[in-house]
T-cell receptor, first 116, second 114 residues
């Protein structure tokens, strides 16, 4: 079945440092890939997505590129802020079937702590 | 506010009891998903409904059941509760027909079983 593997956390960085959170996946077919973020005490929010190979998703300074050859979707940000402290989840979705919508399979999440 | 409404936000109950968690999806969304988030298991997919019908089943225990009603709201019923059922339960909804299946999550219902 489908699976997502994320790097273990927590990741602790100083403000303005470069961030990379690794994500690799196993899936049949051509999944869509996502990064979700969960701030303390809140639900998950979509951060960015990519639907096909070589697509780059980006939002709020975060980027991730869908790499089919390495089955990866690593999350990057050039300069993190304290407000980026949260748990980040990589996820994949099977290609949407006609008339239905497919569930997401999540990685275990990576906690990011950004300090001043 | 994501547009997905979950109630109650917090629930404390005893082992052996039964609870019902409720979810109202975002307006226009036909699919509803339930996830369980616990410290040791991460985010586990439980079940998906689409327009009132069950579409996919994940790691949902037999003591748990769910349904989606004609007005598209959904309920997750948890019975014979055990200590290990303590977790955050998330509901999410999505629109069919989009290019990528974006799930919108509610804020969650935190269940504590004592």
């Amino acid at each position: 079945g489908n699976s997502v593997t994320q790097m273990e956390g927590p990741v602790t960085l100083s403000e303005e440092a470069f961030l990379t959170i690794n994500c690799t996946y196993t899936a049949t077919g051509y999944p869509s890939l996502f990064w979700y973020v969960q701030y303390p005490g809140e639900g998950l929010q979509l951060l960015l997505k990519a639907t096909k190979a070589d697509d780059k998703g980006s939002n709020k300074g975060f980027e991730a590129t869908y790499r089919k050859e390495t089955t990866s979707f690593h999350l990057e940000k050039g300069s993190v802020q304290v407000s980026d402290s949260a748990v980040y989840f990589c996820a994949l979705s099977d290609r949407e079937q006609t008339g239905t919508a497919s569930k997401l399979t999540f990685g275990t999440g990576t906690r990011l702590q950004v300090t001043l | 506010d994501s547009g997905v409404t979950q109630t109650p936000k917090h629930l404390i109950t005893a082992t052996g009891q039964r609870v019902t968690l409720r979810c109202s999806p975002r307006s226009g969304d036909l699919s509803v998903y339930w996830y369980q988030q616990s410290l040791d298991q991460g985010l586990q997919f439980l079940i998906q409904y689409y327009n009132g019908e069950e579409r996919a089943k994940g790691n949902i225990l037999e003591r748990f059941s769910a349904q989606q009603f004609p007005d598209l709201h959904s309920e997750l019923n948890l019975s014979s509760l055990e200590l290990g059922d303590s977790a955050l339960y998330f509901c999410a909804s999505s629109v069919v027909g989009t290019g990528a299946n974006v799930l919108t999550f509610g804020a969650g219902s935190r269940l504590t079983v004592l």
